[in-house]
């Protein structure tokens, strides 16, 4: 039943964050916001609402490692699981944007979370205010340069939604919110049962099982973009969902409720594995292909995934 929880929980977070982006990019037309900056903004905020809900859920019931799991295993499979696999499929190109910009920022983001967790093992209101304001001064500046470059990466926008009426915006919100309000609790609830039925730290089940639950949409989206050959991923795209959960998810999770971790391995594995994952990206962006993200490396990507996995659940 543990598990039957765990994936009606993670159904109703999809189906309720689908619903948050829509009414959200149709509150943002109807608030005459332009596509740029919702996308930048909006989508990017409303596509962390899952997170975000399961960790705070997890922060409030007590399980601070379920939060910590959550992201760090979420950015983990970012990368080893949908990177890895959609350049197994279709080759990526990767712009300068990437390197110049993005991973920059958010390997200062992830080394910020590091020093954090080992600056008293916790997570503070102090410290996840410096996360989210880390995060609000990143998308000024986002807007500020998107304004002056027409190649700024942003997330996709659905220009029908322009014409959606507000009783619809009103109900999807209420949809949206109650799927995720549930889905968080399911989540939490079967999954800390679960690990007590299988005598493992909660801590096993998020940085795993939830991270690879809450990356499916992404990775479906992704490898039926490749299989049609259309534009399968955006690194871009890729990299500021990392910068969004890290600033926006435990930057306010910890604002509400501050992140006390709870097990050793959390800073001595997980943190590192995450560190890892997100700077194995550069040396792949240039070597032995500039700038393409090709077959060979997706699988070596992946083959790292399996690696972090088998590691995480049997050792």
Do not use: H
Not at 155 to 184: H, M, P, Q, R, T
């Amino acid at each position: 039943m543990n598990i039957v929880f765990i994936l009606i929980g993670l159904t109703l977070l999809v189906v309720g964050g689908e619903f948050l982006v829509r009414s959200s990019v149709g509150l943002s037309f109807k608030l005459n916001l332009s596509k740029m900056v919702i996308g930048l903004t909006v989508v990017s905020f409303a596509t962390s609402a899952p997170e975000l809900l399961v960790s705070l859920q997890a922060a409030l019931d007590g399980f601070s490692d379920i939060s910590l799991g959550n992201i760090m295993g979420s950015n983990i499979a970012n990368i080893g699981l949908v990177l890895g696999t959609t350049a197994v499929i279709s080759n990526l190109e990767i712009d300068s944007d990437f390197y110049k910009f993005n991973w920059p920022v958010m390997m200062i983001f992830s080394l910020a979370l590091y020093f954090f967790l080992m600056n008293g093992e916790d997570i503070d209101r102090l410290e996840g205010a410096a996360l989210f304001i880390g995060l609000i001064l990143y998308l000024i500046f986002l807007v500020i340069r998107s304004r002056k470059e027409k190649n700024v990466v942003t997330e996709e926008v659905d220009e029908n939604l322009k014409k959606v009426s507000w009783f619809k915006i009103i109900i999807w919100l209420i949809i949206g919110g109650a799927a995720l309000y549930w889905g968080s609790q399911l989540l939490v609830d079967g999954s800390v049962a679960l690990a007590r039925t299988l005598g493992v730290s909660e801590r096993v089940i998020s940085v795993t099982m939830i991270a690879i639950g809450t990356s499916v949409p992404e990775l479906a989206a992704s490898v039926i973009a490749a299989l049609k050959k259309e534009r399968a991923l955006s690194l871009g795209n890729l990299i500021g969902s990392n910068i969004f959960n890290i600033a926006s998810v435990l930057g306010l999770t910890a604002l509400i409720k501050p992140i006390v971790m709870q097990s050793q391995e959390v800073l001595s594995k997980d943190i590192y594995w995450m560190l890892g994952f997100s700077f194995i990206l550069i040396p792949l962006a240039f070597l032995p292909k500039k700038l393409i993200m090709g077959r060979i490396k997706g699988i070596f990507i992946l083959g790292a995934y399996a690696v972090f996995l088998y590691f995480t659940i049997f050792k």
